[in-house]
């Protein structure tokens, strides 16, 4: 089932990056997911956004562990490769890299998913604080290839003006 975002954003998909349904795509629980034009040995790279609001003390870092362990729960060999906390201390942001295998119609993939958690007001309510989390995924041969265009795409990322009227 799509999930909503807990505050509306607007973004850019990186050119040629197709939007397809999140249920039909097998991206359960995310509210939006985009696929890569050209597929790597079978296997087509994604971005997925997802959101929620957070317990009031829960930090970036832990919620980003919360998706370590939940990765875990359907892929082996999960490993943290890299972890940074980015951004100003009034709009901090969380990027970390996952390296595992999963396993894709019927074949084993090492897959790598690169993730951003932004922490962002929601306008309607700024006492509010809702995480929001970019995510690419993609065969460990292509992804440093297509990192660059995930890159652009979250620095396109901001809250809709929609939610502002």
Known sequence: MAANLPVPIEFHLPEGWLPVDPEMSGATGVAFAAVHPQPDGGFTANITIDGEYPPDAATLGELADESVKHLREFAESVVLSDRHEVGPTEAPALTQRLVFVADTGGTH????????????????????????????????NQHDSILAEFQDFVRTVRPSAEAEA
Request: hydrophobic share 45%; aromatic share 4%.
């Open 109 to 140: 993939r090492d897959l790598v998913q690169s993730q951003v958690y932004l922490s962002v007001l929601d306008v309607a309510d700024p006492h509010q604080r809702a995480v929001v989390r970019l995510a690419l995924t993609a065969t460990t």
